[in-house]
């Protein structure tokens, strides 16, 4: 059985910083291309950033601005999303996505999520 765990929001203060985590089980972890993305209230789900089954590591334009950085331990099944200087804009429900081409199509997996809340 697959499952996928984000881990490591919370209620944090502006300027704070946070690491998230995801980890996966059930799945040869190192064949996956690990996202995450976030939704805040009221809008859409965002990709934030991906790394590869080969390691690269992709933070996409609205996230550009130095303060998220992406990493994966396939040692340990693991992703995590480090997010500095946090502002109340980056509440959200980060969710973690598992994905690999398979013969049929794309295979993915979508974890619960975990919400981080920034007060002002």
């Known amino acids: 059985q697959v499952q996928v765990v984000e881990s490591g929001g919370g209620l944090v203060q502006t300027g704070e910083a946070l690491q998230l985590s995801c980890t996966i089980s059930g799945v040869t972890f190192s064949n996956y291309a690990i996202s995450w993305y976030r939704q805040g209230p009221g809008n859409e789900r965002d990709l934030v950033a991906t790394?590869?089954?080969?390691?690269?590591?992709?933070i996409y334009a609205d996230f550009e601005e130095g303060r998220f950085t992406i990493s994966r331990d396939n040692a340990k099944n693991t992703v995590y999303l480090q997010i500095n200087s946090l502002k109340p804009t980056d509440t959200a429900v980060y969710y973690c996505k598992a994905e690999r081409r398979g013969f049929l199509g794309n295979v993915i997996y979508w974890g619960q999520g975990t919400q981080v809340t920034v007060s002002p």
């Open positions: 790394a590869d089954n080969r390691g690269e590591t992709t």
